[in-house]
């Protein structure tokens, strides 16, 4: 059976101006245009402030628009947070949730990600929740264990393949240029997508992508790897030309 259509989706973190946003925005519009409609599902995901300049630039393409954190609540006294229906109404359809980032920086719990994943659909918008590993972690034997505790804890139960996407980030690979071997990522990939499968009734379907320093030179290897459809890129997808690079080497499904 073919595996779900691949993501590939940009995280472009606390990076760049107003100008460069809408400008690599134009950029991935073009060239997912000129790919035609058949290849990967894309999505960026710019910083809060830039959302309405990026989705002028994306408006008409078939590239999505997305958001790197939201918060569990529709409203209220949050001082600088930012709700999922305010995403949804700025455009959106997707939300990073978990990213290993926050869950570092901002001490998000399991707990935490899983509220804020529940948000996200109750506003209509698919999560994408991430999880991983330390390298102390797999160092020392405890990968799976770890993953399978976050999966546990941090996705909400009343998710499907419409709207959740998980993330398999290890903590070691971002930003470093270390990658997991195939066979690492596989193994990975094949416990979530177990896990998966035994919680949602469609969980064979749902998406799972690997993320951590997927560049031009690594990614189509790393996305032809069983049970990875897609990939979650952050340093790589700053600029069109290797972002392109990565969407070409997506499987076509
Ligand atoms: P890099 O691709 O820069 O390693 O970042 C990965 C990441 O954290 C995406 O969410």
């Known amino acids: 059976m073919p595996g779900p ?39 960026v995901c710019p910083p809060f402030p830039h959302l309405g300049a990026v989705g002028q630039a994306l408006s008409g393409s078939r590239v999505h628009l997305g958001a790197q954190d939201c918060h569990a609540e529709a409203g209220g006294a949050f001082t600088g947070d930012v709700a999922a229906e305010m995403l949804k109404d700025a455009g959106c359809s997707f939300v990073l949730v978990g990213h290993s980032e926050r869950r570092a920086l901002h001490a998000e719990t399991d707990g935490v990600v ?71 990522v596989a193994e990975v990939h094949g416990a979530i997508r177990a896990g998966l499968s035994g919680r949602f009734k469609d969980g064979a379907k749902l998406r799972i992508l690997y993320g951590g320093s997927v560049n ?13 459809d897609g990939a979650l890129v952050g340093g790589a997808s700053l600029r069109a030309d290797t972002f392109e690079t990565i969407i070409k080497a997506a499987p076509r499904r």
């Open 216 to 228: 031009a030179l690594n990614a189509a290897e790393l996305l032809a790897v069983a049970d990875v």
């Open 114 to 184: 899983q509220a804020k994943a529940r948000a996200a659909l109750r506003a209509g918008l698919t999560a994408i929740v991430c999880v991983g590993e330390t390298l102390s972690e797999r160092d020392g034997g405890r990968t799976l264990a770890v993953v399978a505790g976050q999966l546990a804890g941090s996705l909400p139960d009343d998710a499907n393949a419409g709207n959740l996407v998980v993330a398999y980030e290890p903590v070691w690979a971002i930003g470093t240029g270390r990658t997991p071997t195939t066979a690492q």
């Open 5 to 43: 259509k691949p993501l590939i989706a940009g995280n472009w973190k606390m990076n760049g101006r107003l100008a460069d946003a809408a400008k690599l925005a134009g950029a991935v519009a073009a060239s997912v245009r000129a790919l035609g409609p058949d290849g990967a599902d894309v999505l």
